[in-house]
Each structure stands twice: as C-alpha cells, then as structure tokens.
C-alpha cells in the first residue's frame, strides 16, 4: 500500500475491461460504467515521469468533476458519482472520434500556424494584423481527429462532414454546444481573475444522445492567463503570465530532456516533485476558487477499491 498511486491494477467487482492511459485508468463495470482512477502521474514531452507527483489525481479529478457539475445544463456528462478524490464514474459513451478544440486567443499551435504566414486554420480565416496572444474578434472552433497511429490531426467542418465522421446535424450540436461549453468557462474563469485562451471537449453518444466526457476545462487540457495585467503585458510586448504545467517541460529542457531518442530522463529531486505538487494544488484553488483539501492516506490503493466496490454494491442493482 502506498499514499500516492503511480499504477494501478484493480479488479472491481462486475469488471469486463481495463484500459490504462498516460495519466487515468480506466475500468468497464456493469456493462455500460466506466470507474476513471486518476493516477499522481504526469507526462511531459509524450512521457511518463519516473515519480509521482502527491495529490496530482485528486486535483485533476477535483476540477473536472467541479466543471462537469457546472455545465451539466448545457449538455448531459458522463460523470455520474465520486466515491473518492481520485475516481469518477460515469457512463460508457461511444466516443467521437473528433475533439473540438476552440480558442479564443492567438495561442499555441494557431499562432504557430499564423507565424508561417497561413491565414487558415481548420479551414476558419484568421484575420490580419494580430500578434501573439491577441484575442479572436470571436472564438474559432479547430477541430483535430486522432490518426490510425494516434496522432492529433486538424480537419475541417468540410472535411468532418465528407468524410463522414458525423452528419451535418451532429456536427451543428457539436459546435452549438461547444461554444456554449467555451463560454460558462470563460465567464467561471473570469471570476478568477483568469483567462481561459482556449480548450478541447470530448463528446460520445449514448442511446442516440449526446455526452460530454473526459475531463473539461482542467490545466492539463486548457491553457489560462492571468486577467490582471493581460492588456498592458500585450501592448509592451511581454509574454503572458499562464497557469499551466510548462514549468515542469521547462525544468525537463534544463535537463536535456525533451523526449528525444537517446535522450535520459532525469531523476526529480524531492525538493522538486514537492514544488510540482504544490503547483498542481495552487491551479486548483485559483481554477476553482475553493480551498484543497489533501486527503492522506496510507493505503491509497485499499481505499480507492473499497470506495468503488461500496458504489458498485449500492449501485449495481440499478444498472
């Protein structure tokens, strides 16, 4: 038994499937539930590091079960409980194969893209004359598919509906509703103090209906700035003050670490992982506005599966 969770490997009561990602993983129960742990993780680079990082899952779950409730009247959600810090249930979608990544600043890959002189991206026009981190007259949406290899890869409305990868209508509610998504964000971040520049939502069907799944509006799926000082950084040409993991990428590059081949992953030093942590726990108390609060263990693993076979139990007649 352990306080923090690198790897798991439950068997649940009523369990048909396992599934382990770079971060979650991911147990079919019941026929049509999925149990998400959240592991303490991280990846940087396409990389899972060595250690774990104390309390990372319970605030990655923390936040994306905070923003599920809050937008859970724009479009139903696969969460259905939290029987502890780290785990979600919730229902099993059919994902679709699209994720609608929307932006509402000149940020990251659309910036690149602008950089090269394109004006395009995803078949939406960029207008002329922007600079970096400058905000869009209006949100465009960007939508990237997942290659046979599982590479991202942007695609057009066009391209999405000739291919055949959903129907004219479904695509409308997709976009309908991922910029109903965009905007609660915005708004719930701007109560912060913060920016939300951009996101990507997942979607699945269930029975015919649309799902939103997967996490939402968590620093590991969308890039914030700080509201305070945003214009004036902008106009004197310095960089924006984000909330994101980057440090951890930028004390990787000090290293000599970028996840090239050859390349040695560097140990993290205790001192280190304890500033990861403690970064992770100040995104969710600036991201949420509520106060962490650590749940310590010393069987991390024992609780977790007695907290989901307890739901299951109480559940399963249900299903």
Known sequence: MSKHLFHSDFQFPKQTHAYHGKVRDMYTILGDRIVAVVSDRISAFDVVLPEPIPFKGQVLNGIASYFLDAVADIVPTWKIATPHPQVTIGHKCEPIRLEMVIRGYLTGHAWRTYKSGTRTLCGVAMPD?????????????????????????????????????????????????????????????????????????????????????????????????????????????????????????????????????????????PEFIEKVSQRYIGLYEQVTGQPFLKQETESLEQEIHEAVSQWIAENSIHA
Do not use: C
């Open 129 to 269: 004359g922007m600079s970096e981190h400058d905000r869009f007259p209006e949100p465009i949406i960007t939508p990237a598919t997942k290659a046979d290899e599982g590479h991202d890869e942007d695609i057009s409305k066009a391209e999405i509906i000739q291919r055949g990868l959903v129907s004219q209508e479904l695509y409308a509610e997709l976009e309908s509703t991922t910029r109903a998504l965009f905007a609660r964000g915005t708004d719930m971040a701007s109560k912060q103090g913060l920016i939300l520049v951009d996101t990507k939502y997942e979607f699945g069907l269930k029975n015919g209906q649309l799902f939103l799944i997967d996490e939402i509006h968590t620093p590991d799926s969308s890039r914030y700035f700080i509201k305070e000082g945003y214009q004036e950084r902008q106009e004197s040409n310095e960089n924006q003050k984000q909330l994101s993991k980057e440090f951890v990428r930028e004390w990787l590059m000090e290293h000599d670490f970028m996840g090239l081949d050859g390349q040695i992953m560097p140990a993290m030093p």
